[in-house]
C-alpha cells in the first residue's frame, strides 16, 4: 500500500523524550477548573429542567432565562460543569453546522445555503455573546486553514476556493503562513472559525447563567425520566425534580430517552498540549495569523495555539469501544498519544525538542450523518439535540435556540429547516456495531493511502447515509 507523509519514521527516543513530563488530563480544567455549585439536596419544581451542565445545558439556560427571566431554570449536572467534551475539545468554533460544506450539500442539498448563512449568523451572534461575558474565554476570531498534506489533496482544496470566503494558498504560500514541510497546499477562510478555551467558555457560561438566575446543580446524576401529568419527573437521589418542560443534553452519554439509545456511539478522540514556545520557536513556525489547523485525510489532525503560546495537537485516531462504554480508563491510549507525538515530529520537525505537558482524551457523540440531530417526545414536553460529532462548540449555541423554538412549538427558520426535521439514520445494535466501526476505521485507512479513492465498503455506506467521520 502506498506511504503517507504521515507514515516516514520518526525515532522513538525522541518520542520517549516529548512525552516523558506529561500529565494526564484536559490542560484546559487543569487551567480553569470553574466555579463549584452545590449538589441537589431535595426535589423541587421548576418550569424548565435541564439534563447535562455541557455548552448545549448551559447555553439552553440561558437563553431560556433571557427569554424569559421570570421562569425557573433548573440545570443538574452529573460531575461538575464542563467536565466532558466541554472542557476536552480543541477549542475550534466553527460557523458550519453541517460538519463541512461537502456533508452539508451532500446531506442537505435544497437547503444548504440557508443552513450555511445561518451558520454564519450563528457564528456571529455567539462572538457577540462570549466577548459580552463579564469572564474572559480567550475568544479568537482568527479564521480557520484546512492544509493538504498530500498531492491529491491539493485539488480538493483548490475546487473550494471562491476568492471571498474561502481562498487557495499553493504550497510555497502556504509554508509561508506555517512553516511545516507536509504542507502541498492550504485553504484558508478567515471568517469561519473563532478559537476559545474550552474550560473558560464553559466557566463563563455557567457565571452567566448564575447571574441570570439559572440554579445550577452539580454532582447531581438524573437517574431516569417520566411523564407526570402534563410535566415530567426527574429522578435523582436526593428527590424529584417536576418540570413543565425538559431539555436533554447528555451528549455522548446514554440518553434518557430509550428512543435514542442507538442514534449515537461515543467515539474517543485524543490531545496533546506542548509546553510554551519559545520566541525562537514561533519565529522558526511563523503562523502569524493564529488560525485553527487542520488537515485533510478521513483521518486527520487538527492543531492550534493557545492564548500563552502551546501548540494542542489532536485527532487522528478515533477509538470506539465495544458497547459504547464510556470509561475514564478509555482515556489513557499510550500507542495513541505516541502517534500523535510522532505526527507533531513530522509537521514540526524544528521543533523537535519541545515537551508536552498533557495528553488528554474524551468522547465524541458520532451520529451517522456527523451533524446535530434535534427532537421533542411526550408531546413536546421534553427536547433533545444530540449528535454533534466533534464540531459542537459553535453548533450548540445555535441547538439552544432551536430546542427552545421546538418547546414552544414556533414555526421558525430554525424548527423548519430540513437539518432539524430529519434524523440520521440509527446504528446497529451490538454485536453488529462493533465490527463495523472496525472495517470503517480500516477502509478510512486505506482511502487516506489510495490517494483519497473510497472503496466498495464507504460507497455503500455513503449511499445508504451511515458511516464515521474521525
Known sequence: MPKTVFDRPVDERLVDAALAGSTQGSFWLDRTPGDRHPALTAGL?????????????????????????????????????????????????????????????????TDYDALDADGLENLDA????VLGFDRNADWERSGVLGVATEPHQVAWLEEEHDGERARFLDGPAMRAEVASPTYLGGLLRPRDGALVDPARLADALAHACAAEGVELFERTPVLGIERAGTGVDARTEAGTVHADRVVLATNAFPALLTRLRLFTVPVYDYV???????????????????????DSANQFHYYRLTDDGRILFGGYDAIYHYGGRIRPEYEERPQTFRRLAAHFA???????????????????????????????????????????????????????????DLLDGLETRRTTNPMVRSTPLPFPPEPATWPAVQATRFALDRADHREGRRGAFLRTLDAVGLGFDS
Not at 421570570?70 to 476536552?88: D, F, K, Q
Open 45 to 109: 419544581t421548576c418550569d424548565l429542567l435541564v439534563v447535562g451542565g455541557g455548552y448545549t445545558g448551559l447555553w439552553t439556560a440561558l437563553q431560556a432565562k433571557r427569554r424569559d427571566p421570570g421562569a425557573r431554570v433548573v440545570v443538574l449536572e452529573a460531575r461538575t460543569n464542563g467536565w466532558a467534551a466541554s472542557g476536552r475539545n480543541g477549542g475550534f468554533v466553527e460557523a458550519s453546522l453541517t460538519h463541512g460544506e461537502t456533508n452539508g450539500r451532500t446531506r442537505f442539498a
Open 126 to 129: 455567539m462572538e457577540a455573546d
Open 272 to 294: 496533546l498540549m506542548t509546553e510554551p514556545l519559545s520566541a525562537a520557536d514561533r519565529a522558526a513556525i511563523g503562523w502569524q495569523g493564529r488560525q485553527g489547523i487542520g
Open 346 to 404: 513530522l509537521t514540526f520537525p524544528q521543533l523537535a525538542h519541545v515537551r508536552f505537558t498533557h495528553r488528554w482524551a474524551g468522547a465524541i457523540d458520532t451520529c451517522s450523518r456527523f451533524c446535530a440531530f434535534f427532537g421533542t417526545a411526550w408531546g413536546g414536553r421534553v427536547a433533545y439535540a444530540l449528535g454533534f460529532t466533534g464540531l459542537g462548540v459553535g453548533a450548540t449555541h445555535y441547538a439552544a435556540d432551536v430546542l427552545l
